[in-house]
């Protein structure tokens, strides 16, 4: 920290009485004597002085904050983040010079004195009257040591830290006290080390490792003469020796370090001389802080971390606690995310969705068998520019994104099929799926009172020539609106909703999904990230492990390094082998010969679903091979444009489907996330052929237009989602959140009116 300097204001005769009570109270205090609260100098008021006895003796060296390192899964940097940028070094790793050059322009009588300089009080005195103001101050190291610590423990609260500076006698008075505390403590070389370590030496550069690294690009045991002494005479006042800022006066102040080095004979006369005629050589590294400055476009992903930590309970019962030791730092992250797959996620979310194109696209990779984040990106950077935004889309809002995640389509559809597996129903199961229906009506629900289609309300097909009956492989294949309608009205609610509670899958607010038969659309919105965890669990053959972001921590403090603990992931069965090779053969006929053609994996096994809602304004393909799972999103995050005649990518969309513009997204990311890695395959398990139909799309993989009809609880195609005829709010690509409406739309005003709750996501992709 700058040295704060008195006397603004007073004159020669005042400063010379204000330095002279110093001494005086210096020498009371090297006594022993205890001063009353009006001390007998009169330089302070009544009850602004504690007595010296009074003054509690437990200071304790705060735990200075330092950066923080989050790396990937092979201890790759991806990112630094910290309140104060200082990386805390032993005084063996400070150059020598440094240490000289210090001590020379701060305190030369450093190891000659004790906590307090008289002599050093005297002469600053004398000087000081001289020249009519303060040209000497007359703390000693260990002195502003003291004040360091204060300010250090105020960290960023104003308050806090102008008690901390204030030019009191009461200030000075308890610095006296400790200062002597610290002499019997820790000896002049860790009071040289600790003081190199927290002083601010500007361009938001704390401790002189961080100083070094700013100004030179170097470490500070690497520091020459020339360059110890400028960075010594910054400390004085950073902000007016900035080298980078005023080169000239910093030259000034460096040469007066050097002078002075040489009068106290650390160096000889000509080498002051010879160091005095170089040039400042500066070398400076602009500072890298937070996660806006992550590698690979892992922006997010660093992001998501820092929510991480910030909320789960296993870095602090309260989020003060976790917040303090966030910002204490001095933390080594290593992280689940693999350079490889964040590397190719990135590239091809690049390849086809423009930053600048109405709509964003974004991407998770998760590994299944343990919930390992791999990878996580999309198609607007991180930032606060045009075209950038800080809200995470492959997230849930509590960890950074957007409001509810987005309307997943027939993806959705998956989760209903294990449902009925689980109950029994064979993978042969048909039913009647005529082009258009009524929702079949009462259904079963976890409670007592059913699901009832009091409106009478209608589920399309795509096309005209998708009429049943469909067998489950078929009705996959194609992703058949009303054939997944009968199946939930057969097995009931309840059996999908705890299959998705096992599966780990709720809506982007964290809330659990509607129970109405039209979630078998995809109506309400769900993130990347869960959509990619569940599937892994179909992967995984039926295992749902927990997402994780964080593989371990480490803390340095005070030269003691110590293990944090981290979240778990949690792995549980969340259906059968049977059930999940059953899917698994399933939505490899999709990729087959369905609706995924395009996004298809040649050289290893694969399997996904594609899913488009109403009006196009989401496109999803969600896939996996048996050790990647992967999701991908193509949208608005304020859910208002339509992706028809749309360019993307540079590529004009007449209409976009899930199996067209995620599809490719998709294959292109895992193919490069996968390349040099094993090839394992699904136990897949043979299921009849039906008697119509060899599992071929009709509609070009066409949407299934339906109105997405549930009790009132589908996402509307109004400017966000619509509950029970209420519109909640959107959010700009930007970033911007509109305010949730308090008025009710009118009945038939839009779909999702009244008691069906028509959505987006009443289409397949």
């Known amino acids: 920290m700058p040295k704060k300097r008195s006397g603004g204001g007073l004159s020669p005769t005042q400063q010379a009485a204000k330095f002279l009570g110093v001494s005086v109270l210096a020498g009371a205090v090297m006594a022993g004597i205890a001063l009353p609260a009006a001390g007998a100098l009169g330089l302070a008021a009544k009850g602004s002085v504690q007595g010296f006895d009074e003054i509690p003796d437990n200071l304790k060296s705060p735990s200075l904050s330092q950066r923080t390192t989050i790396l990937d899964d092979q201890g790759g940097e991806i990112a630094t983040v910290y309140s104060r940028d200082r990386t805390v070094v032993d005084l063996k790793d400070i150059s020598p010079y440094m240490q000289k050059a210090i001590v020379a322009i701060e305190d030369s009588r450093f190891y000659q004195h004790g906590a ?58 308890r610095e006296l006290k400790y200062a002597i505390q610290l002499e019997e403590k820790l000896g ?123 909320t789960d309970p296993v870095f602090g019962k309260t989020k003060e606690e976790r917040a303090k030791l966030w910002n204490q ?135 005209a020539s998708e009429v049943g009956p469909y067998r489950l492989k078929e009705a996959m294949a194609k992703s058949v609106n009303t054939y997944f309608v009968q199946m939930i009205s057969d097995i009931g609610l309840c059996p999908v909703m705890n299959q998705i509670d096992k599966l780990g899958v709720v809506q982007g607010n964290g809330d659990k999904l509607p129970q109405v038969p039209s979630i078998a659309l995809g109506a309400k919105g769900i993130s990347p990230l869960t959509m990619a965890t569940a599937y892994a669990a179909f992967a995984s053959r039926g295992m749902y492990c927990t997402p994780i972001a964080v593989e371990s921590i480490t803390q340095k403090i005070n030269g003691t390094q110590k293990t944090l603990e981290v979240p778990k992931s949690t792995c549980s069965r969340a259906m059968s082998e049977k059930t999940a090779d059953t899917i698994n053969t399933l939505l490899s006929g999709v990729i087959d010969s369905g609706t995924g053609q395009q996004a298809g994996l040649t050289d290893r096994a694969n399997a996904g679903k594609t899913g488009t809602t109403d009006e196009r304004k989401n496109a999803w393909f969600v896939g996996y091979t048996p050790n990647l799972s992967g999701a991908v ?29 995620p599809g490719p997204i998709w294959r292109d990311l895992m193919t490069g996330a996968l390349t040099g890695k094993d090839s394992p395959s699904f136990n897949l398990v043979d299921i009849p052929d039906g008697n119509k139909g060899n599992g071929q799309n009709d509609g070009n993989n066409g949407d299934h237009n339906g109105n997405g009809n549930g009790n009132g609880n589908g996402n509307g195609n109004g400017n966000g989602n619509t509950t029970n005829g209420t519109t909640i709010s959107g959010q700009t690509d930007g970033g911007t959140v509109f305010p949730t409406p308090s008025f009710s739309i009118p009945e038939g005003w839009i779909q999702g009116n009244g008691n069906g709750g028509n959505g987006n996501g009443g289409q397949r992709g």
Not at 400 to 425: D, I, M, R, W
Not at 635 to 661: D, L
């Open 188 to 310: 002049k070389k860790k009071i040289l080390e600790n003081y190199l370590n927290i002083t601010f030496f500007g361009e938001q550069a704390y401790g002189i490792e961080a100083a070094s690294q700013r100004y030179f690009s170097k470490p500070a045991k690497d520091l020459n003469l020339q360059e110890s002494a400028l960075l010594a005479g910054i400390v004085q006042s950073p902000s007016r020796y900035d080298p980078v800022n005023d080169e000239a006066e910093a030259t000034k102040r460096r040469n007066t370090v050097l002078q002075r080095m040489a009068e106290v004979h650390d160096i000889s006369q000509q080498e002051a001389d010879a160091a005095k005629k170089t040039k400042l050589a500066l070398h400076v590294s602009q500072p890298k802080n937070g996660c806006i400055t992550a590698v690979r476009g892992a922006s997010f992903f660093c992001k998501y971390v820092e929510h991480v930590f910030l």
């Open 329 to 463: 730092g001095g933390l080594t992250i290593r992280t689940t995310l693999d350079p490889q797959s964040q590397e190719s996620v990135q590239t091809s979310l690049k390849d086809h969705v423009n930053k600048s194109d109405k709509v964003a696209a974004a991407a998770t990779l998760v590994e299944p068998g343990t919930g390992k984040i791999l990878g996580m990106g999309q198609s607007k950077p991180y930032g606060y520019g045009k075209n950038e935004t800080e809200y995470n889309y492959s997230v849930n809002y509590d960890m950074g994104g957007s409001n509810y995640g987005f309307p997943t389509g027939s993806t959705f559809k998956p989760f209903v099929a294990a449902a009925a597996l689980e109950q029994g129903l064979p993978a042969t199961k048909e039913y009647s799926s005529p082009n258009k229906m009524p929702y079949p009506s009462p259904v079963q629900t976890c409670g007592s009172k059913p699901w009832t289609n009091q409106a009478n309300e209608q589920v399309p097909n795509e096309s």
């Open 633 to 661: 999103w193509v949208g608005s995050a304020t859910q208002r444009v339509k992706m028809v005649n749309i360019t993307i990518g540079g590529v004009y969309n007449p209409k976009v489907y899930g199996g067209q513009v």
């Open 116 to 173: 307090v300089d008289l002599k050093g009080i005297l002469r600053a005195v004398n000087q000081n009257a001289q020249n009519g103001g303060v040209a000497q101050g007359a703390s000693t190291l260990t002195q502003q040591l003291v004040k360091n610590y204060f300010v250090e423990e105020a960290g960023d609260d104003p308050t806090k830290v102008a008690q901390a500076t204030q030019q009191t006698l009461g200030r000075k008075i």
